[in-house]
């Protein structure tokens, strides 16, 4: 006979529903974890009393002898750890990474990332993430992911159920999502399981904090160019909670007095809630959303002509979630999706002439994607050997490729141009963590996905499996194979996810694009130091990618006899295929005084397109042959924390112009110039070029430094910290350009000539210095 034991983790002190704990149970070497919510469930053989672990990183274990004779239910609370003097708790480790059958998978405890040195002090989890084997950064000071070969439009980012589209403030500096309201953050780079699907490269999945549900507490931080406060408490108390966390920046203000009235400026402001309610075991309410917006003017004024212009661009989402337990093995999710992301370039110019009449021209040109999804998953365990997994999720989309509105004197007339495209992309999913013995642990599954657009149907089965096989107590080898496909695009021609990149539907000309991945590795835990290695190896092949074609840009509007009109994105885009494949090694440890990783990538990444270099692959731009990192934090007492932070990488593929060289112009009955010394008068400078990203810019490396010191009192606790970013100055290059000079020599009057490459570098030594509350 057997019987079943279920619950929920929660943290001590707050009742926060902890996910991914492990609970193992020794006897038997075996073990499930929680699941996004908190709640897991076991079925076990019948006996007098089992021992279950409950185990998490940053939180004291907790052991349970439980008698199984019937049904139980064990809801666990988990202390967070605390480092004494005096005291040594011993406790029995954690899982091992080499028990679980995931692989290619990246979890960053959010007391790390708070530790890290950032750029400005400003704590960001995609740059912390950006320090992981397999994962790249697009360009200096970026917060951009280019996972395994993978552009940015390939990365599924998840906050609460919600995709958001574009993740960047400061256009692409810093990343949206606050740290201070985060709960958990995991990154997939492979091996993916059938319930996620949609994207190529990567899942990112990011839960905010359901708030405390026993204390009102707070946190707030200020810093160089922004101010963050979080607060959360309980509605009712043990049963309903929120949690509000809000950020703004204020370089506006800041260079305000160093500028002419009026002349412009840049903010950006962001904004998480939520709402939960527990009614009880078997149900709980979710509400929660995001709001963030960036803003970026300038204005100029004469005497008779003004000019106001700008961007602005900006994401909203929200969740209402149900969680149901139909049983102590049946848990179900049912989700209510909203995700708005909208770009928006204004341009505003009024003339007076001599008898002072005013003209204006207007123009408004803004680019979208708006969704709503309906998503309903189950989770049920009906023994120790297996956990089902299975659900469906539809989404409705709306897709604003170029809307062009305008009012231009010169034509007479008022335009307005909107293209709105409507998408229907659906998934359903069965998978299943299996293991038939001790030694094999096994997830597979399968995902059939579909895509409508225009009276155009895409259905394409995705095939998902990952075996791992633990050969030792502490070595295993794992395996996975999975296929994806992705039904929306990209369109960038700058590769760093500027908020001008527009998304776009697969359409009857344009297909979606698909991946298929293969990957094989080795962990070893070292569990004496609280140690994880990993190494792997993967191939990634790409097809139905898409890119710009020569000269097409984002704006799609040309000019011609009757003004500016739109032209079709599709006419503007080249699809093609690309390769990935390489070598990764990380070396973790997440707990201790001195905690956090080593991290080597060998990668090559190919792109081939028929309409650019000739046919010929080329190197894609954030192909790196070597990347490394290292991240060390140490606290040698309760009051200081040290961090540092040393990456190098093979420098970004870029192209080049081979020769510069002055042609005539030629129009029919006027002179074409003519030609003195080595150059034509009267001309035009034409650059060849050759081959698409032939040319490597200069290798980066960048040291970070940081230092933190903590103080506790009677209300809480209050956190100096002091940063260096860069603390060797390294001039890496963030772009090059080419720069004509010439040189006259008195002595012999001739002037020679030259073609200079040049280099931008962004950031020399930044030091930062940041105020923080815990309360």
């Given at each position: 006979?057997?019987?079943?034991?279920?619950?929920?983790?929660?943290?001590?002190?707050?009742a926060?529903?902890?996910?991914g704990?492990?609970?193992?149970?020794?006897?038997?070497?075996?073990?499930?974890?929680?699941?996004?919510?908190?709640?897991?469930?076991?079925?076990?053989?019948?006996?007098?009393?089992?021992e279950?672990?409950f185990?998490?990183?940053?939180?004291?274990?907790?052991?349970?002898?439980?008698?199984?004779?019937?049904?139980?239910?064990?809801?666990?609370?988990?202390?967070?750890?605390?480092?004494?003097?005096?005291?040594?708790?011993?406790?029995?480790?954690?899982?091992?990474?080499?028990?679980?059958?995931?692989?290619?998978?990246?979890?960053?405890?959010i007391?790390?990332?708070?530790?890290?040195?950032?750029?400005?002090?400003?704590?960001?989890?995609?740059?912390?993430?950006?320090?992981?084997?397999?994962?790249?950064?697009?360009?200096?000071?970026?917060?951009?992911?280019?996972?395994?070969g993978?552009?940015?439009?390939?990365n599924?980012?998840?906050?609460?159920?919600?995709?958001?589209?574009?993740?960047?403030?400061?256009?692409?500096f810093?990343?949206?999502?606050?740290g201070?309201?985060?709960?958990?953050?995991?990154l997939?780079?492979?091996?993916?399981?059938?319930?996620?699907?949609?994207?190529?490269?990567?899942?990112?999945?990011?839960?905010m904090?359901?708030?405390?549900?026993?204390?009102?507490?707070?946190?707030?931080?200020?810093?160089?160019i922004?101010?963050?406060l979080?607060?959360?408490?309980?509605?009712?108390?043990?049963?309903?909670?929120?949690?509000?966390?809000?950020?703004?920046?204020?370089?506006?203000?800041?260079?305000?007095?160093?500028?002419?009235?009026?002349?412009?400026?840049?903010?950006f402001?962001?904004?998480?809630?939520?709402?939960?309610?527990?009614?009880?075991?078997?149900?709980?309410?979710?509400?929660?959303?995001?709001?963030?917006?960036?803003?970026?003017?300038?204005?100029?004024?004469?005497?008779?002509?003004?000019?106001?212009?700008?961007?602005?661009?900006?994401?909203?989402?929200?969740?209402?979630?149900?969680?149901?337990?139909?049983?102590?093995?049946?848990?179900?999710?049912?989700?209510?999706?909203?995700?708005?992301?909208?770009?928006?370039?204004?341009?505003?110019?009024?003339?007076?002439?001599?008898?002072?009449?005013?003209?204006?021209?207007?123009?408004?040109?803004?680019?979208?994607?708006?969704?709503?999804?309906l998503?309903?998953?189950?989770?049920?365990?009906?023994?120790p050997?297996h956990?089902?997994?299975?659900?469906?999720?539809?989404?409705?989309?709306?897709?604003?490729?170029?809307?062009?509105?305008?009012?231009?004197?010169?034509?007479?007339?008022?335009?307005?141009?909107?293209?709105?495209?409507?998408?229907?992309?659906?998934?359903?999913?069965?998978?299943?963590?299996?293991?038939?013995?001790?030694?094999?642990?096994?997830?597979?599954?399968?995902?059939?996905?579909?895509?409508?657009?225009?009276?155009?149907?895409?259905?394409?089965?995705?095939?998902?499996?990952?075996?791992?096989?633990?050969?030792?107590?502490?070595?295993?080898?794992?395996?996975?194979?999975?296929?994806?496909?992705?039904?929306?695009?990209?369109?960038?021609?700058?590769?760093?996810?500027?908020?001008?990149?527009?998304?776009?539907?697969?359409?009857?000309?344009?297909?979606?694009?698909?991946?298929?991945?293969v990957?094989?590795?080795?962990?070893?835990?070292?569990?004496?130091?609280d140690?994880?290695?990993?190494?792997?190896?993967?191939?990634?092949?790409?097809?139905?990618i898409?890119?710009?074609?020569?000269?097409?840009?984002?704006?799609?509007?040309?000019?011609?006899?009757?003004?500016?009109?739109?032209?079709?994105?599709?006419?503007?885009?080249?699809?093609?295929q690309g390769?990935?494949?390489?070598?990764?090694?990380?070396?973790?440890r997440?707990?201790?005084?001195?905690?956090?990783?080593?991290?080597?990538?060998?990668?090559?990444?190919?792109?081939?397109?028929?309409?650019?270099?000739?046919?010929?692959?080329?190197?894609?731009?954030?192909?790196?042959?070597?990347?490394?990192?290292?991240?060390?934090?140490?606290?040698?007492?309760?009051?200081?924390?040290?961090?540092?932070?040393?990456?190098y990488?093979?420098?970004?593929?870029?192209?080049?112009?081979?020769?510069?060289?002055?042609?005539?112009?030629?129009?029919?009955?006027?002179?074409?110039g003519?030609?003195?010394?080595?150059?034509?008068?009267?001309?035009?400078?034409?650059?060849?070029?050759?081959?698409?990203?032939?040319?490597?810019?200069?290798?980066?490396?960048?040291?970070?430094?940081?230092?933190?010191?903590?103080?506790?009192?009677?209300?809480?606790?209050?956190?100096?910290?002091?940063?260096?970013?860069?603390?060797?100055?390294?001039?890496?290059?963030?772009?090059?350009?080419?720069?004509?000079?010439?040189?006259?020599?008195?002595?012999?009057?001739?002037?020679?000539?030259?073609?200079?490459?040049k280099?931008?570098?962004?950031?020399?030594?930044?030091p930062?210095?940041?105020?923080?509350l815990?309360?």
């Amino acid at each position: 006979m057997r019987h079943t034991i279920s619950g929920y983790v929660r943290e001590a002190g707050s009742a926060e529903l902890l996910i991914g704990v492990n609970v193992y149970l020794p006897a038997l070497q075996r073990g499930t974890t929680t699941n996004s919510y908190g709640f897991y469930s076991l079925t076990l053989p019948e006996a007098d009393t089992v021992e279950l672990v409950f185990s998490y990183v940053g939180y004291q274990p907790k052991s349970f002898r439980v008698p199984l004779r019937a049904a139980q239910q064990l809801d666990v609370a988990l202390r967070g750890s605390m480092t004494l003097q005096e005291v040594v708790v011993e406790a029995p480790p954690s899982p091992p990474v080499s028990s679980t059958v995931q692989m290619s998978a990246v979890e960053v405890p959010i007391a790390q990332v708070k530790a890290i040195p950032a750029l400005l002090g400003e704590k960001d989890v995609l740059k912390v993430l950006q320090l992981m084997p397999g994962v790249q950064s697009g360009s200096e000071g970026n917060s951009g992911l280019y996972v395994r070969g993978g552009g940015p439009d390939q990365n599924l980012i998840i906050l609460d159920d919600a995709v958001v589209y574009n993740a960047y403030h400061l256009f692409g500096f810093f990343s949206l999502f606050n740290g201070d309201a985060l709960k958990s953050v995991e990154l997939t780079k492979g091996g993916f399981p059938a319930r996620y699907g949609g994207r190529l490269s990567s899942v990112l999945e990011m839960n905010m904090k359901d708030g405390n549900k026993e204390t009102l507490q707070g946190e707030a931080g200020l810093g160089l160019i922004s101010s963050r406060l979080t607060l959360e408490g309980p509605l009712v108390k043990n049963k309903a909670s929120f949690l509000i966390s809000g950020r703004r920046t204020y370089a506006d203000l800041l260079i305000r007095p160093f500028l002419p009235e009026g002349d412009g400026g840049y903010y950006f402001w962001d904004l998480n809630g939520k709402l939960n309610y527990d009614f009880g075991r078997n149900d709980k309410v979710y509400l929660s959303g995001y709001f963030g917006r960036d803003r970026f003017f300038f204005s100029e004024k004469e005497d008779d002509y003004q000019t106001k212009a700008g961007i602005n661009w900006g994401n909203a989402t929200g969740t209402v979630r149900w969680n149901h337990l139909y049983s102590e093995r049946l848990f179900a999710n049912t989700s209510l999706i909203f995700s708005n992301y909208r770009f928006n370039i204004f341009v505003d110019e009024t003339q007076t002439d001599a008898e002072g009449q005013e003209e204006e021209f207007n123009l408004r040109y803004y680019s979208g994607v708006r969704d709503w999804s309906l998503k309903h998953d189950l989770f049920y365990v009906p023994n120790p050997r297996h956990t089902l997994r299975l659900g469906l999720h539809t989404t409705l989309h709306r897709f604003t490729p170029s809307a062009f509105v305008a009012n231009d004197p010169d034509v007479g007339e008022n335009r307005r141009e909107v293209t709105p495209i409507d998408g229907v992309e659906s998934g359903v999913y069965l998978e299943d963590t299996y293991q038939p013995t001790p030694l094999w642990l096994l997830n597979g599954g399968i995902r059939l996905s579909h895509f409508y657009t225009n009276g155009r149907h895409y259905i394409n089965p995705e095939p998902r499996l990952a075996l791992a096989y633990k050969f030792r107590d502490d070595w295993s080898v794992k395996a996975s194979y999975a296929t994806m496909n992705q039904y929306i695009h990209l369109l960038s021609n700058t590769g760093v996810g500027l908020p001008t990149d527009l998304w776009v539907p697969s359409t009857a000309r344009i297909r979606p694009q698909r991946s298929q991945q293969v990957a094989l590795g080795l962990a070893k835990d070292f569990m004496q130091r609280d140690l994880a290695l990993t190494i792997e190896g993967y191939y990634k092949k790409m097809d139905h990618i898409i890119n710009y074609k020569e000269g097409a840009s984002f704006f799609l509007i040309e000019d011609g006899p009757e003004g500016a009109a739109p032209v079709s994105w599709e006419e503007n885009v080249t699809t093609g295929q690309g390769w990935s494949y390489g070598a990764e090694v990380l070396l973790q440890r997440k707990v201790g005084k001195f905690s956090g990783w080593i991290g080597y990538t060998l990668s090559w990444t190919q792109l081939q397109f028929e309409e650019l270099n000739q046919g010929k692959p080329f190197w894609a731009r954030y192909d790196r042959r070597h990347d490394v990192s290292v991240v060390g934090i140490y606290r040698p007492s309760d009051r200081i924390t040290l961090s540092g932070t040393w990456v190098y990488g093979t420098g970004n593929a870029i192209t080049l112009p081979l020769a510069d060289y002055r042609a005539p112009y030629h129009i029919p009955g006027q002179s074409a110039g003519r030609y003195s010394g080595n150059y034509w008068v009267g001309g035009y400078n034409v650059e060849d070029y050759g081959e698409r990203n032939a040319y490597r810019m200069a290798p980066y490396h960048r040291l970070d430094v940081g230092i933190q010191f903590h103080k506790q009192t009677g209300w809480g606790e209050r956190t100096w910290e002091l940063s260096f970013y860069n603390t060797y100055a390294r001039q890496n290059p963030f772009f090059y350009f080419i720069e004509d000079d010439q040189t006259y020599d008195e002595q012999t009057q001739q002037t020679t000539y030259r073609t200079l490459l040049k280099q931008v570098s962004l950031f020399p030594i930044v030091p930062s210095i940041s105020y923080s509350l815990k309360f």
